[in-house]
């Protein structure tokens, strides 16, 4: 399916994750679409993928960016702006569960909604006049987290749950100018850092097998490709007419009955 993306400016926060990544797989997919992405993180690994998606003859550039700093952001956004003159589809994809629990120190908490929540807000607010231009979309990379809890993270959910707020608060803000604003809700993903952690436990194996088990449709995580396929069809003109709207790509994790759940 052609989902006319292509030569469409797609901003994409917190992605030069390593390869797999939620970040790295959506713009790899967009890049496949014929879209233009610009990738917008801290991580010098970005300027590897710039010069990857160059050499394919993509337009795409990599803004080094603290998404933690508002001044950083804007800066980034005028230097997005001045580029291409317009942004067809802003991701808001940058998220680190930090741990920051109850037990944290205030600046670790605060660090955490600057990080997870204001990021969202900033790159939203400075990106605005050129997403207007383009009549675009704006989509939020949310958690389950908002939504279950999770336990010794308050300043994620916290911060994921806020992102759930903007984003209905956006869609309402905006429609006067046909700008569209979704999230995309991950419960459980199969990323390279989850490999990273599960490894790191005494028991990995088991703790993976008591989690997939848990994920009612095929009791196996969602891909990060997965998540990028709807991502692709959400900032798509295939979706529309959609806004506000809350989309889980979980395998049922959130919202199906218990008693789908068995020791089996």
């Known amino acids: 399916m052609d989902l006319g993306l292509k030569n ?64 950083q952001i804007e800066k980034a956004a005028k230097t997005i702006g001045d580029k291409y003159g317009h942004i067809d ?53 949310g958690s389950k987290v908002a939504l279950t809890g999770q336990g010794g993270t308050s300043g994620y959910a916290a911060s994921k749950g806020g992102v759930l707020g903007l984003t209905r608060e956006w869609a309402v803000d905006l429609i006067k100018h046909n700008v569209r604003s979704n999230a995309i809700i991950i419960a459980e993903s199969w990323t390279p850092a989850y490999d990273n952690w599960i490894k790191t436990l005494d028991d990995g194996a088991e703790k993976l097998k008591s989690i997939v088990k848990k994920i009612p449709l095929e009791n ?31 395998g049922g994790y959130v919202h199906l009955d218990r008693s789908l759940l068995t020791d089996q």
């Open 89 to 141: 589809v802003l991701i808001n994809n940058v998220g680190v569960n930090d741990g920051a629990g109850l037990d944290a120190s205030i600046d670790d908490f605060m660090y955490s909604l600057k990080l997870n929540l204001v990021s969202f807000f900033a790159m939203t607010k400075y990106c605005l006049p050129y997403i207007i231009k383009a009549k675009g979309n704006i989509l939020n990379i």
């Open 8 to 71: 469409k400016i797609v901003v994409v926060t917190g992605a030069a994750g390593i390869k797999g990544s939620i970040g790295e797989t959506i713009v790899q997919s967009l890049a496949n679409e014929g879209a233009i992405p610009v990738i917008v993180c801290r991580n010098d690994r970005g300027y590897g993928y710039q010069k990857e998606l160059q050499q394919r003859g993509i337009d795409a550039i990599f803004v080094k960016t603290d998404l933690s700093d508002p001044a």
């Open 220 to 250: 196996r995580m969602t891909t990060p490709q997965e998540i990028a396929d709807s991502c692709l069809f959400t900032i798509s003109e295939k979706s529309s007419h959609t806004t506000g709207q809350f989309i889980f790509v979980d």
